[in-house]
DNA sequence: ATAATATACTAACGAATGTTAGCGATGTTT
DNA sequence: AAACATCGCTAACATTCGTTAGTATATTAT
């Protein structure tokens, strides 16, 4: 009878959700099994139920601690006292080093939010909603001030956003530039595709 | 007995495969079932099987039939008579009006291809490798004739097709600029994060 | 050492899945 | 009208799914 191996301090309901975030990505949530996990993971399939208490339950916790780190930083950024594009600078960068660190994470939950049930979902896609809007809210004023073209600002939002959850492209490709040449290159063209010149 | 309805000149294959579209997007390839696409066509689960192998198959016609038309396009544009920065301009309208035009399917065949199976996966994932290196070749090219900044030409390419797919947002979203706007929104937000200034 | 708790196991469940077989009804061709 | 192909039906199949119950073993606290 060989136990969850737990590292670094984290529990064994840790353990499982990140084993499960990696399944989830490579699979997707529908096709991959509490068995394939459970074999992940080193240990039968019933045996995760003594730590989480359903499939769907793991997908919450993905998609929502996600959601978190999100909704905190803007907060923070929001807060500062600096231009609208300094902000979306800031925001930007977030999100890129979001996707390069917590990949399996951010990936799940921009891919698999669709299978939460309610009312974690309707919960969800409100937070997103209002995420948009709030960044969307930055670049209007970035407009206003004459930083920023006169571009339908949630169109923007939507591109920026998409365009970041590209880097699984850049995960699974073999010759990779570096993180931090990526970050650039992302930055460089869309920055430079908002700012007035 | 009711008959499966054709119209326009469908088959009744074809009804089936639109039909199918819509599903494995609103639910994925995986959660959306026989009998759930049986439902929507008007019919029971087993009679689909007179028109379909497999409900893979449904899955290959949708992916190719998407990549075939982009693999045509880049055809085309590869052999005109212009600068870089217009043949990307372009591609990405392309790109821009399949998405608004054939959502479903181009959908579908972004988000759902990993659920093919071999031989037909490691196809599609090659002409999706070689038409990416195909549009980051014209990226080159108009960096080396100074009309495109020195970036990354992958990492540009990456950019460009990811927010393109945030059209699925636009489609969903309740206040909707028009679509030519949209159009117009995204193309100067992406050309002109690549060009010169 | 003993008791208590946490964790893993085996076995099994009901439900849902993709798909096949066989039959009858419908539509088309001769 | 007869022959034939097309199409949809019911019934059923083998798998796979998420999950539960009950039990055994390992770890921790007393």
Known sequence: MARIKTENNLTRKEVIVAKAATLFREKGFKAASMRDLAEAV???AASLYNHIKSKTEILHELCFSVANRFVHKIDEVEAENTNA????EKLLRFHINEMLHHY????VSDREWKH???PY???FQNQRRIYRKRFAAIIETGINEHQI??????????IM?????GIESWHRSTQKITAEELEENMISILVGGLVNR
């Open 161 to 165: 956003l998409h365009a970041i959850s």
């Open 149 to 158: 073209k006169s571009i339908d600002a949630p169109t923007a939002v939507l």
């Open 42 to 44: 080193g240990v039968e």
């Open 85 to 88: 594009v300094n902000k979306i």
């Open 121 to 123: 979902l309707s919960n």
């Open 116 to 118: 939460l049930s309610d």
């Open 104 to 107: 399996e994470e951010v990936y």
